[in-house]
């Protein structure tokens, strides 16, 4: 025999439900389009490393321009490549009930974490392309203008390697936020 429906608790069981928070719903929107404006930034700057790149095959007919080029062209492959695997998911983001909205935080906060990655490793890429330049410069002197090295070694390695470190600091923090939005998930889903 069906069990009767207990309209009372089911009532008071619905009334004790956590509304969806306006700030909430707006917080997540706002990180929504910012997520919009970081891939439009990035594609665009995937424009400019290509033009940088045609413009060091042309206008630097030796080793470094050769290099210059290969870098700059690599490098606006794997932003365009990351950029959309990590952008788009979010942006086409659309379940705003309550759990929803805690599924895109651990969404966004994952992306974040490989974000942070990737731009660590645009670093230790931008290093090891200084490092190219002094090998270029040992092996073939006039290749390399004393200027463009001291500019990049004394530079633009300590920028990167501070950037890194930030990077680094930032990337902890996250992953902090991310095993409590890990533990909200598991919390709701089992309880």
Same mark, same amino acid.
């Given at each position: 025999m069906p069990q009767a429906i207990d309209f009372t608790e089911l009532t008071k069981s619905w009334q004790q439900q956590q509304p969806l928070m306006e700030p909430d719903l707006a917080g997540v929107l706002q990180k929504q389009k910012k997520r919009r404006w970081l891939a439009a930034a990035e594609l665009i700057a995937c424009s400019v490393m290509l033009a940088c790149a045609v413009a060091a095959w042309l206008l630097l007919p030796t080793w470094l321009g050769a290099l210059s080029a290969l870098f700059l062209a690599g490098g606006a492959l794997v932003q365009a490549v990351l950029s959309w695997k990590l952008h788009l998911p979010l942006l086409a983001?659309?379940?705003? /009930? /309550?759990?929803?909205?805690?599924?895109f935080r651990l969404r966004n906060q994952q992306a974040s974490i490989r974000y942070l990655s990737y731009n660590q490793h645009s670093c230790v890429a931008l290093l090891f392309f200084i490092l190219l330049m002094w090998g270029l410069a040992w092996w073939q002197p006039d290749q390399v203008s004393e200027s463009l090295l001291d500019a990049? /070694?004394?530079?633009?390695?300590?920028?990167?390697?501070?950037?890194?470190?930030w990077l680094a600091q930032k990337k902890r923090s996250a992953q902090t936020q991310l095993l409590h939005l890990q533990a909200l998930v598991a919390e709701l889903t089992t309880g």
């Open positions: 983001y659309a379940d705003w /009930s /309550s759990t929803g909205l805690l599924e990049y /070694s004394l530079l633009v390695a300590p920028f990167c390697l501070a950037v890194w470190l």
